[in-house]
Nanobody, 122 residues
Framework: QVQLVESGGGLVQAGGSMRLSCAAS????????MGWFRRTPGKEREFVAA????????LYADSVKGRFTISRDNAKNTVYLHMNSLKPEDTAVYYC???????????????WGQGTQVTVSS
């Protein structure tokens, strides 16, 4: 069973950058698609980005395309979310999860981490 732990959140000013990490325990990390989602109070989790098992294929939400980059280091069992040009509307709890397909569909993901709070001040 895979356990995921997110880290790297915090407070940043608008226009700033931040890198989130998601460390996976267990085997076979390189056989999973990994995704990042985010949730704001009162809303369902929304898709942010996903990356294929080997890292060759990535998928982004339109709202973050060109500003966020997802990457992974299979030797370290870790997936990253590099966030640039942050906006106040990026404020959310960010979660990572695994899937067997590169997709925006929430239901395709499981093994959710506990989340890390990102707050962007204006």
């Amino acid at each position: 069973q895979v356990q995921l732990v997110e880290s790297g959140g915090g407070l940043v000013q608008a226009g700033g950058s931040m890198r989130l990490s998601c460390a996976a325990s267990g085997r076979a990390f390189n056989s999973y698609v990994m995704g990042w989602f985010r949730r704001t109070p009162g809303k369902e989790r929304e898709f942010v980005a996903a990356i294929s098992e080997g890292g060759a294929l990535t998928l982004y939400a339109d709202s973050v395309k060109g500003r966020f980059t997802i990457s992974r280091d299979n030797a370290k069992n870790t997936v990253y979310l590099h966030m640039n040009s942050l906006k106040p509307e990026d404020t959310a709890v960010y979660y990572c999860a695994k899937s067997f397909t590169v997709t925006r569909v929430l239901g395709a993901y499981d093994s959710w981490g506990q989340g890390t709070q990102v707050t962007v001040s204006s």
